[in-house]
């Protein structure tokens, strides 16, 4: 369970691929700044928060901790698409309460 928001930034990132440089430049700042936030030497601004929430498809709530909840937006696909969606993680949930 990642509790902070340095490792949430981190994590984030690395799932996505990204270096910091990727990240500093998709938000015109430095790359020192985002390895200063990834070892909690400094927080990023609040506009900073809401830019990587929007990079990551994340909701600030989660990248500040909040919730560990991880939303994705299914809004843009049709009906059968969403019912497939929605199956689909059921059925993982259902397995994985399964085999506690």
């Given at each position: 369970m990642i509790l902070n928001v340095a490792d949430r930034i981190r994590y984030m990132r690395e799932k996505l691929g990204m270096t910091q440089?990727?990240?500093a430049n998709k938000l015109g700042i430095s790359r020192s700044?985002?390895?200063?936030?990834?070892?909690?030497?400094?927080?990023?601004?609040?506009?900073?928060?809401?830019?990587m929430a929007r990079i990551f498809h994340v909701t600030t709530d989660y990248l500040l901790s909040?919730?560990?909840?991880i939303t994705v937006d299914i809004t843009?696909?049709?009906?059968?698409?969403?019912?497939?969606?929605?199956?689909?993680?059921?059925?993982?949930?259902?397995k994985n309460s399964l085999s506690k």
């Open positions: 440089t990727d990240l700044a985002v390895n200063a936030w990834e070892m909690s030497l400094s927080f990023p601004s609040l506009s900073n928060i809401v830019e909040f919730i560990d909840r843009d696909l049709g009906n059968e698409e969403r019912e497939v969606i929605i199956k689909t993680v059921n059925c993982l949930q259902s």
